[in-house]
């Protein structure tokens, strides 16, 4: 049992830091970054503020929504979101600087095959991170909490999730920088590929995944108000 909970523990991890490199890839390819790294990313566009701090705040605001939303349906282990949030905002942060040595792509060929190579780490990331169903992170917890109360499913609250960050990020940098700062193709992309990218590896290694975690076909449709729902990116 304890040997399956290390295993467990090691795909979450790794899972984030896969997820991690794939967002920082994003930025190098300067053709937008995920959905869901938008609005953390327009901070640093906007303040000039570090990718990783910038995220660790969203994570703080989407735990406030949560407990707004909730109140009294508010489970006190969801607070757990927070040191994860931060952790995930240093795996940025280490990453960022790691690839800063990394020179910015001139050639539009290039940069397109970054933004794909980033689509392709942020599945693997989700592929990795969701299954052992530990503590998802802030944005997936917020979503998660919008369905509970509004009964809606995940994937459409997901969507409509997603949509608003795009519209919050694109106004705040017409705004404020006058450019698009952080929507681009690759914004596009990743909507559109991630999720798909992880039911390809769901397809093909998820029985391998499951197998070595442990997981039994019913861990896989507990309830949603568990907190820890399937993310795409």
């Known amino acids: 049992m304890k040997k399956k909970f290390i ?17 920082v890839i994003s930025v190098k390819s300067d053709l937008g970054v995920t959905p869901i790294s938008s609005i953390p990313y327009t901070m640093t566009v906007v303040t000039g503020m570090d990718l990783g701090i910038a995220t660790m705040l969203f994570s703080v605001l989407m735990v406030l929504l ?3 939303i ?9 607070l757990l979101q927070l040191p994860i949030g931060i952790l995930f905002g240093m795996f940025l942060t280490v990453c960022g600087k790691l690839m800063a040595q990394v020179p910015v792509p001139e050639n539009f060929v290039f940069k397109f095959i970054l ?9 693997l990331g989700v592929f990795l991170y969701v299954a052992p169903r530990f503590v998802p992170l802030a944005p997936e917890g917020f979503i998660i909490a919008v369905t509970q109360v509004t009964k809606l499913s995940f994937s459409t609250v997901k969507v409509i999730f997603d949509v608003a960050m795009v519209a919050v990020s694109i106004v705040t940098c017409l705004i404020a920088v006058h450019s698009l ?7 596009i992309a990743a909507a559109i590929l ?15 995944r499951d197998h070595v975690l442990g997981i039994r076909p019913k861990e896989l449709h507990a309830p ?6 399937t993310a795409d990116g």
């Open 7 to 23: 295993t467990r523990l090691a795909f979450y991890f790794v899972g984030l830091i896969v997820m991690t490199l794939g967002v």
């Open 115 to 123: 933004m794909l190579v980033s689509t392709v780490l942020v599945a």
């Open 181 to 187: 700062g952080s929507v681009g193709i690759g914004t």
């Open 194 to 208: 991630v999720g798909n990218e992880v039911k390809l590896l769901t397809k093909f290694f998820g029985g391998w």
């Open 70 to 78: 909730l109140r009294k349906k508010f489970k006190p282990v969801n």
């Open 66 to 68: 949560q407990i707004i």
């Open 224 to 229: 949603a108000d568990s907190q820890t729902r």
